[in-house]
């Protein structure tokens, strides 16, 4: 009795402990399930700060950390979305307030951060390009600048391609190129007429004229000479004109001051100034784009990174904008088209298969007994005996005719009463999108297995597998034209089995009935097109008649039986091209983008202001040439037809420059005047346009000589 007493709490402790285990299987997550009820409630935000208090209660919960993290990328996705939506229609606002809702579900959000980011961006690009919209007619150099600037840190602004697009319209526009910024100095119109005088007076004619200051290099040459005679154009047109001339170039200092030097490989290499910039393309391949810039912008410092898709190059402020231009052309997004393609296999078949079929031979030969066969397995024997009446194959036992008789197959007659008549169509309506002048393929069917074996000395037979398409391919090559049109290649092709074809060695071969077409076609968008044509149509007829029987007329039908069958299946096929996108030109392109010259790739091009027409003139008179004793000097005659245009507009201000001419002139200077811009009547009033004395010679302060 004591010892029941003491094995009974082990065993009650075992049951108590099943019962716990089976209960807390049983039992439900109470945290999960009130998580769950609320977020059934409708409040999702509420439900979330209570789901993420359940989580730090209870961190060693998978499951419910499990339903914490889904619902919380469901909401953090749910607001970005409607964040990014908010930024793209301008309500800044919003999506601040969206994407701070983010950071507080999922604080460590990369495209929250980032998109809060943005938005400070597109606030700082959209002052920037007010103030770009607000200099344009004022600065446009300025507002290029600021545009530029926005496009490197966002290349798909759509505002700052817009804007560009009007600067390069205004720019288009202008008769003279933009004037470097130097305060107003380089933009200064001036009058300056030289022959044959030296390169240093003309460069400190100018800088009296415009007060900017010239540093030469030691390699300038100094007994260079200097024909110029041009009239109201700006400092920077003339400036420029005489460093191209003499084979010079030009470096700003600063504000008002000028470095000319050599234009040779050495001089460039110490005073030429050189950027980099990288572009990261969109759409372009960053080999396509490398041969495009050595190509047209001649830069031979160029790195590419094709994982980043992107290209970098070092050179010259002039061809880093010229790149700049050209990449914008290739760098846009390929055309794509949607295909909507209906194919539609229609089928029709017939078969009557009438009459009595009879047995095609008869027979008269020995009849086989029945076989005794006795076997011993295992010490017992087993007897098997086949069944007679069959006749033995190749042996006739000629003593013994009795044993042959006559004989037909069986059954000795067979009717046959069958017609068939079927309708078959085979529908597909596949859409697919393309890019431009990308294959696409598309195959509706089956892939048949098709076994292959192979025999080895010495090894064996080993077989493998291929497979061969059968059913409906088609394949289309889109191409879109600007004028919103496609241009498809279309291959189609319809394969169906035709009979099983026995090989050696027990394999299998197919026989394919094939019908195909290729064609191009041109279509608008949304025009469908229709290819039908593709039929086959096959009718067979075939007979079994008793000889002499089945050909009496009517009763023949008797004594025959007739199959006739009837094939026909067509092929339809409707394609609809739409265009998704076609090729959008960036705003930089135009018909001729200046591109400087084969030396100096990029530069401005080397052109001068409009001047009125016969306001240069040689002083009606011309350089003496040695030997030429008191020949009367060349006269041109514009300087004659000015007469009267000087007498109408009279300028008072001209006589004091007409008489401090030759004081102050050096050998070969014929006049420095800086002037204003002027009416073209008033033009023709400056000293350059003063008539010959009466008797043909020319004033003595207007002819220079400089031997």
Known sequence: MTQKSRSCPPLRGLVLSVSLLVLSACATNPALERSRAAFADGDRTAAFILLKGEVAKDPGN?????????????????????????????????????????????????????????????????????????????????????????????????????LLRTLDERADAKAAPVVEALGGAMAKPVTLEFREAPLRIVFEALARASGLNFVFDRDVRADSKVTLFVRNSSVDEVLKLITTTQQLERKLLNTNSVLIYPANAAKQKE?????????????????????????????????????????????????????ERVLATLDIAEPEVMLEVEVLEIGRNKLSDLGVEFPNEVGYGLIQSGLATTTIVNGVTQTTTSPGGALAAGVVNLRNTGSMVPYVSNPAAILKLRNEDGDTSLLANPRIRVKNREKAKIHIGEKLPVFTTTSTANVGVSASV??????????????????????????????????????????????????????????????????????????????????????????????????????????????????????????????????????????????????????????????????????????????????????????????????????????GAAEVTPVAPAAPGAAAAEPAAAPPAGDGTPPPERVERSD
């Open 62 to 162: 998978h499951e419910l950390r499990a339903y914490y993290l889904r619902q919380r990328e469901l909401l953090a996705s749910e607001r970005l979305a409607a964040a990014d939506r908010a930024r793209a229609a301008g309500r800044t606002e919003e999506a601040a307030r969206l994407y701070a809702e983010v950071l507080q579900i999922d604080s460590e959000s990369p495209r929250a951060r980032i998109g809060a980011a943005e938005l400070a961006a597109d606030a700082r690009r959209t002052a920037r390009l007010n103030e770009a919209e607000a200099a344009i007619g004022k600065d446009d150099a300025a507002a290029e600048r600021a545009v530029r600037a926005v496009l490197v840190e966002q290349p798909s602004n759509a505002r700052a391609r817009q």
């Open 271 to 323: 005073y030429l100034d050189l950027v980099t910039r990288s572009f990261y393309l969109a759409n372009a391949d960053a080999k396509q784009a490398l041969a495009m810039v050595r190509q047209l912008v001649k830069t031979k410092d160029v790195f590419i990174d094709e994982k980043l898709n992107m290209l970098a190059i070092k050179d010259t402020p002039e061809a880093v904008r010229l790149a």
């Open 466 to 667: 291929s497979y061969l398409d059968v059913g409906l391919k088609l394949d289309v090559e889109p191409s879109v034209t600007l004028e919103d049109e496609v241009v498809i290649k279309v291959a189609l092709e319809v394969s169906s089995i035709v009979k099983e074809v026995p090989g050696p060695s027990s394999s299998l071969a197919y026989q394919i009935g094939t019908r195909s077409a290729a064609t191009t076609l041109r279509l608008a968008d949304g025009e469908t097109q229709v290819l039908a044509g593709l039929i086959s149509d096959e009718e067979r007829s075939s007979a079994r008649r008793l000889p002499g029987l089945g050909d009496i007329p009517g009763l023949g039908r008797l004594f025959s039986a007739q199959r006739d069958s009837a094939v026909k299946t067509e092929v339809v096929l409707l394609i609809t091209p739409r265009i998704v996108r076609n090729v959008i030109a960036p705003p930089t392109t135009r018909a001729d983008q200046p591109a400087g010259t084969e030396s100096s790739v990029g530069k401005r091009q080397l052109r001068l202001g409009p001047t009125a027409p016969n306001s240069l003139g040689l002083h009606g008179g011309a350089r003496t040439p040695p030997g030429a004793g008191n020949r009367e000097p060349v006269r041109e005659a514009p300087v004659q037809e000015e007469a009267p245009a000087a007498e109408a507009a009279p300028a008072p201000e001209a006589a004091p420059a007409q008489e401090a001419a030759p004081a102050g002139t050096r050998e």
